[in-house]
């Protein structure tokens, strides 16, 4: 029996009601959907009980943080947030275990209170455990993989409603490609992740010519446990951040809403003054940004919180055309005068081995992001740009706004082939595809 949202118990075809739709929208409010009703699984054994007895579409929503159509549907949307919090964890092996509902925010501090602590987070820590590595959400560092890098065994929930527990030595395929795996393979239900003794980290922030962090660029990354720099549009400065560990005590002491309001001010403030006059105003006040230090925790120093709206492109490019590509960006902004405020974000990440995160495979990559603030039309713009990723070989973030399709995409990822075969294979009436799944993936039927 299926125990469905507000505790009634009901058929499957009960639940299919034809009540008007509640829409849903993701963080940057660009995509919408209706569907036809939310599926709120209680426990796995639920969820699989209701993949098995209806056949219509679904998928698979965690935080709504994918800027990307990845996760509309005019079927079910299926919501596991009951699904979350630590399962069990051990401390010989330095592994954890939990619901993948979690939100990557909820995790820090009880993995400190069981003296473990994830290797790296990404920019913001709202992403579901889910979510977050079904699109290969990575931070910063040389040394370190995407978030789908340190999965060390995941339960799936086929669409035909099996359950399945993955690791690399019961599917090596599988477990390949479900730890990116778009949402397309079935609804991941809980994860075991591999991880490190808790450690305190100390952040630096300063400003320099976007030419000699980019010229230093891998000697930081060497240096730092972490580094990555903002460059400022139209200007000649960035911002850079390293970060290390240390033992020294906690320093972090809260923005002020003054501080906090500053960038924004400063931003709207460039916004007055048209795009080819604004590098002497950008540079003079890039000049005055004081450099900071805060001290604190690892998960409370590697996520940030961002307030202001936005929409966003992500490519990856191997290292070695990651500063001759962001300095393309860069000027193509300035020739072309484009009216845009937002910093860009350069960031390397290490390569791993699923099949299709945006660093697996044999070369780490230099990512690259370009933001558009939410209530502005991102298209001219990220189509302009686009094109100079796919110059230098980028391969676009599943999260991210992109064009790609399969043609191009299947180019990009050598086992591509093999995660559409194993896709098929245990979805093969397709019902985890949206429209959008099926142009990444050529599905036409
Ligand atoms: C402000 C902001 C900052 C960001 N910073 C970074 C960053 O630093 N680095 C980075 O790499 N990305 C970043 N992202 C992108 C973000 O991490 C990804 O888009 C991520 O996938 C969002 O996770 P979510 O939980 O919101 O999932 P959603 O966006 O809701 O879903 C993402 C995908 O996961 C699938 N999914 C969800 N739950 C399940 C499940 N249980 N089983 C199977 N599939 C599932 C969905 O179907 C969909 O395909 C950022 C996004 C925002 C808005």
């Excluded at 033992?247 to 007055?272: H, I, L, S």
């Amino acid at each position: 029996m299926l125990a469905i949202l507000y505790g009634a118990t009901r058929s499957a075809s009960a639940f299919s009601s034809t009540k008007p739709s509640v829409p849903w929208r993701n963080w940057s409010g660009g995509v919408v959907a209706f569907p036809k009703a939310r599926f709120s699984a209680t426990s796995e054994e639920q969820l699989a009980d209701f993949m098995a007895s209806t056949n219509g579409a679904v998928r698979p929503v965690g935080s709504g943080h994918s800027f990307s159509p990845l996760v509309p549907t005019d079927g079910h949307l299926i919501v596991i947030d009951q699904l979350a919090g630590l399962l069990d964890h051990d401390s010989k092996t330095l592994t954890a275990t939990f619901g993948a509902g979690t939100r990557l925010g909820d995790i820090g501090r009880v993995l400190e209170a069981a003296g473990q602590a994830m290797f790296n987070l990404p920019d913001i820590d709202r992403q579901t455990l889910a979510g977050a590595t079904a699109t290969a959400t990575h931070g910063t560092g040389i040394a370190f993989k995407c978030l789908s890098g340190y999965v060390n065994r995941l339960r799936l929930v086929t669409p035909s409603g099996d359950l399945l527990d993955v690791d690399a030595a019961s599917d090596p395929d599988l477990f390949n490609a479900a730890r990116v795996s778009v949402g397309a393979l079935g609804i991941v239900t809980r994860m075991s992740l591999r991880n490190r003794l808790p450690f305190r980290l100390k952040q630096k922030s300063w400003v320099e010519k976007t030419e000699d962090l980019l010229d230093a660029f891998d000697e930081h990354a060497a240096v730092y446990r972490h580094f990555e720099i903002f460059p400022l549009t139209h200007s000649d400065y960035a911002i850079a951040l390293s970060t290390e560990e240390t033992d020294d005590p906690v320093k972090n002491p809260p923005a002020t809403p003054e501080e906090e309001a500053a960038f924004d001010e400063a931003m709207r403030g460039w916004m007055a003054v048209a795009p080819g006059e604004r590098r002497p105003l950008v540079n003079a006040l890039a000049e005055q940004i004081e450099p900071s230090e805060r001290i604190d925790a690892s998960y409370k120093i590697l996520t940030n919180i961002r307030n202001s709206r936005f929409n966003e492109m992500e490519y990856s490019v191997p290292i070695a055309a990651g500063a001759p590509c962001i300095k393309e960006i860069l000027k193509t902004i300035s020739d072309k005068k484009i009216d845009v405020v937002f910093p860009l974000e350069y960031r390397y990440v290490s390569r791993d081995d699923t099949w299709l995160s945006m660093s697996s495979g044999h070369e780490d990559h230099a990512s690259i992001s370009i933001h558009r603030t939410a209530s502005q039309d991102y298209r001219p713009y990220f189509d302009l740009i686009e094109p100079i990723f796919w110059k230098y070989g980028g391969r676009p973030h599943w999260g991210k706004i992109h064009s790609l399709g399969a043609d191009q995409l299947s180019k990009l990822y050598p086992e591509f082939e093999r995660f559409l075969e194993i896709r098929a294979s245990l979805d093969p009436q397709g019902r985890m595809l949206n429209d959008h799944l099926r142009k990444l993936f050529g599905v036409t039927t």
